[in-house]
């Protein structure tokens, strides 16, 4: 990974871990998460509305890869929701970023995407395994196979598998995107956050409309409270840094790993400011994620 990377990961990471917050802070809904999105494509409109782009010459395996990664990106948004409400931010947040960099890195890995990690990382991944099963215990006594089948980890699993997709789908689709001539590879970023941001509040806005609560929620929220636009502004900036950053590595696996430097900062936001429970193994669980984070970084 180049220091332009690292950077653009470094600053990502603070973003990620603001919204992250503020979303656990209000109890987050497809709602909320549709104003975010609505929130992030107006950010990006003008980047769109102005380019010279011919979109027409782009193949259609580009459209397939931004339909797939926007259906993925809406069932992360709908697990986060779900879990943050089941669940403390010390325990969804470091799992729902952890359990992504062993998913990707296996699927790079079978798909043959990208370079093929190095030992010491695929270790490192290991350590973060480890990590995982020590983050839900409150003492070590609670070590058991059912600890792991509540209702939390389904959604967990779904924010995995929504990550997981959209982080490699992205990484193709905008290569593609990149190919075209004309525009900076900035503007061209930014206009494909658009595509994704528009098309998450395209396919949240049926799911509102589909679901009572939801659509209930939507009324609560719309022009009455600033987190949603907040959490628009930051995550969306958060990834278009990410996207920035895809285009100096070798593998997206290591993108996603060095994202996870975000980790300790939502559960110190977890335990000190929302004052939930610094379980030892939480702590433990926490403290091998990072190792293993350092060395799949290495």
């Known amino acids: 990974m180049t220091l332009t990377a690292f950077l653009l990961v470094f600053l990502s990471v603070f973003l990620h871990a603001i919204w992250n917050f503020l979303s656990k802070k209000t109890n987050p809904s497809g709602a909320f998460y549709l104003l975010s999105s609505t929130t992030a494509a107006l950010l990006w409109l003008g980047f769109f509305l102005s380019t010279e782009l011919s979109f027409s010459s782009l193949p259609v395996r580009f459209w397939v890869l931004l339909a797939c990664s926007i259906a993925c990106e809406a069932v992360y948004c709908l697990g986060l929701a779900h879990a943050y409400r089941v669940a403390d931010i010390s325990l969804a947040y ?16 079978l798909l043959g995407l990208g370079n093929r990690p190095s030992g010491i990382a695929i270790a490192g991944m290991g350590i973060m395994s480890c990590g995982c099963l020590l983050l839900p215990l409150r003492t070590m006594r609670d070590f058991h196979w059912r600890t792991y089948t509540g209702k939390a980890f389904f959604f967990l699993l779904m924010i995995a598998a929504g990550t997981t997709g959209y982080t490699i789908l992205d990484s193709q689709a905008s290569a593609i995107l990149q190919t075209l001539p004309g525009e900076s590879a900035l503007r061209k970023s930014l206009i494909y956050l ?12 049926g799911y509102v409309l589909a679901v009572p609560m939801e659509h209930r929620e939507f009324k609560r929220l719309f022009l009455r409270s600033p987190y949603p636009v907040l ?3 930051c995550s969306s900036t958060a990834y278009a840094l990410i996207l920035l950053a895809m285009r100096h590595v070798s593998n997206v696996s290591y993108i996603q790993a060095f994202r996870q430097m975000s980790l300790p900062l939502g559960v110190f936001a977890g335990i000190v400011l929302l004052k939930e429970s610094p379980a030892k193994p939480k702590l433990a669980g926490v403290a091998l994620i990072v190792a293993g984070l350092v060395m799949t970084a290495l």
Do not use: Q
């Open 194 to 205: 658009f595509f994704i941001e528009s098309g998450i509040a395209l396919v949240l806005g």
């Open 231 to 233: 959490t628009g502004l």
């Open 94 to 109: 470091p799992l729902g970023r952890a359990l992504p960099v062993l998913m990707i890195a296996a699927v790079t890995i």
